[in-house]
């Protein structure tokens, strides 16, 4: 189905994320003041920081899960949410906001499965009832997906009887069902057992190696990180310290805050 | 509007009346409701199952067989066995028991949730069960019961319309009656505002009372006034 | 009081007939127009505009707290020159006031669910409707069920007060009995152990309910 508004349709270059004078408040509380960034199509960008620095904060902006303060974040270089109009910025209609949130998809740190349906059920519903995919098709391509993510025989299964590792990677293929160009990952593993989180981070690994889905990651595996970025971006209280090839950045990361936070956590 | 405030004035007398019925109901009804409550709500709590089963009787009997019945029984049935009441004492029983019985669950339910560690604490400082109760567990679980006791009020409230079945003058009597005389959206109408505003009042009332135990248990925040009394008391600010 | 084995073989047709006739009549159909009407103001209350919301929450307030008599009476009065039956004004009467005390569970049950769900419909594109048929409501349901068999029970023993607008209900007829005969504690022992005998066991059941449905 072709985009309804031609303003809709991706721009040619543009990057796959822009956040452009971002404002984030709750309440008197300022998490994010003035933030820019860009992330190009196909790149994988690691946030690291400390906790409450904002990094959950600006993936739920960009999932539309929050909403924006000021400023405007822009997909494949559309306004997301608000756009200018006569020098003022105005909200987009609910309609072609979700319209371009289906080019985007999440992974939380608690799975957030629905528990009222099967794992297959879980992984077609987005698939037959937003994008009207047959029932067939959708369940013909969830088994692939379920296959690739190791839990080919847990189709008819209630998540509830599942591990936190599988649960998360039923997760990760619901949101794959919806062939996403960027997918978001909110410290997927954070909530596993040590045990159970190389099984998903592999998952990952396999992602990143064979596809060109735009990835924006917030994690504390910093191996995983290492391993699969382009990009890493250091927080600190809402602003971007460090901006740097992961290499860089964890051997030799310029900023103190940088040096401080990696020998905290690694 | 003055045709209206003309027929508020015939109408009040009646409406008043009919309010003062619907009270002696509804508050007779719930001081008998809230001592059946705690009473069979202590005995179903016993750990003598020769107490506790009778109890669960008595509960179960009163919450099953449905108000109306109970209502009847008593107005119809007793004098034939020589026990004549008048209509009002009859009501209050009805409503006490019945909603007695419901009350029983909320305070054997709040007293049951009162951490266990609790009771073993007085235990260990061999408090008898008077004090126990009295002192530790009961203000706990009186927080608790508050709210499902706010909810039995009002029902017990709405449950007085049944006095016309026994030929009592209550705020739904006088309403039906007058909607001959003074219209029905009229009569209907006072009728309404009139238990609206009663349980809204009860409620906030309840809601108070809820929100004193809590203070006192320091659970909510003291008001600014019992900070200030606190204060002066300690001799600061 | 003397028990007659005669009088009670006579009145226990009668009774049961009403009972089945209009008492659990009533109290199913009512019931289910209760528990949809229910889950609908709880949508509404959470879907609506503040205002419409907030006019919705004060009439519904009303209904909650004003006696099922005076609503049989009052709403039989406007309809009584029309051909409409009592019986039908008792159903939707019934309804409509429990549907407010359902509404409450359906509001404690919607509150329950994790924030992470909705979320998730979002992050899936999912939309409002779609989120609320497919995820919210079964879940919704699960942790309300046993609370609307309670109401449900509940009403089932109001349902004597449709003397108000003389529907022959059990207790009617009981009362009926009664006054033809001047045998009154049979007909009433009788329909109070009626009523006992299909509220506890429901009321049991609620209780087992309740236990297995609390988790997934
Ligand atoms: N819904 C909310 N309401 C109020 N404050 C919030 C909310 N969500 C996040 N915050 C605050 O915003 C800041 C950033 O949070 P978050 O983005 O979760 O940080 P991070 O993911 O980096 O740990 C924190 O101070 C947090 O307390
Ligand atoms: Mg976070």
């Known amino acids: ?164 590792g599988q649960q998360q990677r039923v997760a990760i ?38 596809t060109d889905i735009t990835m924006l990651i917030v994690t504390h595996e910093m191996q995983f990180a290492q391993d699969v970025s382009d990009r890493v971006l250091m927080f600190d209280s809402g602003h971007i310290i460090e901006d740097a090839q992961p290499d860089v950045m964890f051997s030799n990361p310029t900023h103190e805050r940088t040096k401080e936070f990696l020998r905290a956590v690694l | 509007m003055d045709a209206f405030l003309d027929d508020l004035s015939t109408a009040a007398p009646r409406f008043w009346d009919g309010l003062v019925v619907t009270l002696q109901l509804g508050l007779g009804g719930a001081a008998v409701a809230f001592v059946i409550a705690v009473a069979l709500g202590l005995l179903t709590l016993s750990p003598n199952s020769w107490l506790r089963a009778p109890g669960r009787m008595v509960v179960e009997f009163f919450r099953g067989t449905s108000l109306v019945v109970q209502l009847f029984f008593f107005f119809f049935v007793l004098p034939q066995i020589g026990l004549e009441l008048d209509p009002i004492p009859v009501g209050i029983a009805a409503l006490g028991l019945n909603y007695g019985a419901y009350g029983a669950e909320v305070v054997r339910g709040s007293l049951a949730a009162v951490p266990k560690a609790q009771w073993e604490a007085t235990t260990a400082l061999s408090m008898g069960s008077v ?44 309403a039906d009656d007058l909607r001959r005389t003074m219209g029905k959206l009229f009569s209907f109408g006072i009728g309404f505002a009139i238990y609206y505003a009663l349980n809204q009042l009860l409620s906030s009332g309840m809601r108070i009372l809820e929100l004193r135990a809590q203070r006192r248990l320091g659970l909510k925040p003291e008001s600014r006034k019992a900070t200030k009394r606190a204060e002066a008391v300690a001799g600061v600010g | 009081m003397n028990w007659s084995w005669d009088h009670a073989a006579a009145v226990l047709p009668e009774l049961l007939s009403a009972f089945l006739r209009v008492t659990l009549l009533v109290t199913i159909v009512s019931s289910i127009g209760a528990a949809v009407l229910g889950l609908v103001w709880a949508i509404v209350l959470r879907e609506a505009p503040k205002v419409v919301a907030a006019i919705i929450f004060r009439i519904l307030d ?36 429990y549907s407010t005390y359902m509404a409450e569970s359906y509001r404690a049950g919607i509150e329950s669910i994790r924030p992470g769900q909705w979320e998730a419909a979002t992050a899936l594109s999912m939309s409002k409707g779609r989120t609320w048929r497919a995820v919210i409501i079964p879940q919704a349901l699960r942790a309300t069920v046993p609370s609307l068999g309670n109401w449900a029970i509940a009403m089932f023993k109001d349902t004597p007060f449709l003397i108000m607008i003389s529907v022959p209900e059990m207790v009617t007829a009981a009362e009926k009995y009664g006054g033809s005969t001047f045998s009154y504690d049979e007909p009433f022992i009788l329909a109070g152990l009626i ?12 209780r087992k309910l309740e236990n297995r449905l609390a988790t997934y």
């Open chain 3, 62 to 97: 009303i209904i909650r707290m004003t006696p099922i008599p005076l609503q049989l009476a009052a709403i039989w009065a406007f309809v009584i020159t029309t051909d409409v039956e009592a019986l039908t004004v008792g159903l939707i009467v019934y309804a409509v006031h």
């Open chain 1, 1 to 164: 189905m072709p985009p309804t508004d031609e303003s809709l349709q991706p721009v040619p270059g543009a990057p796959a994320l822009t956040f452009e004078n971002v404002v984030k408040k709750f309440g008197d509380l300022t998490v994010l003041n003035d933030l820019n960034f860009e992330v190009e199509r196909g790149q994988r960008v690691t946030l690291i920081g400390p906790s409450g620095s904002g990094k959950t904060t600006i993936l739920r902006l960009v999932m539309t899960l929050e909403s924006l303060t000021g400023g405007y974040i822009h997909v494949d270089g559309v306004p997301l949410t608000h756009v200018e109009r006569g020098g003022k910025r105005v909200a987009r209609r609910h309609k072609d906001v979700a319209q371009l949130t289906r080019r985007i998809g999440m992974v939380f740190q608690q799975f957030n499965l629905f528990p009222n349906m099967t794992v297959i059920e879980n992984i077609i519903e987005a698939p037959v009832h937003v994008l009207g995919k047959s029932k067939e098709e959708a369940r013909t391509r969830g088994k692939e997906l379920l296959e690739q993510v190791g839990l080919g025989d847990k189709a008819d299964q209630h998540p509830s009887r599942l591990s936190g």
């Open chain 3, 195 to 206: 009523f006992l005998a299909a509220s506890y066991p429901t009321a049991v059941l609620m």
């Open chain 1, 173 to 210: 293929a619901r949101a794959l069902a919806m062939d996403p160009e960027i997918l978001l990952l909110d410290e997927v593993t954070s909530a596993l057992d040590p045990e159970l989180v190389g099984d998903v981070l592999q998952v990952l690994r396999d992602l990143a190696e064979n």
């Open chain 2, 131 to 174: 004090q126990r109760m009295a002192r530790i567990i009961w203000p706990q679980a009186w927080a608790l019961m508050l709210p499902g006791l706010n909810n039995l009020l009002v029902m017990l409230v709405k449950g007085t319309a049944l006095a016309s079945f026994i030929f009592l003058h209550d705020v739904t009597f006088v």
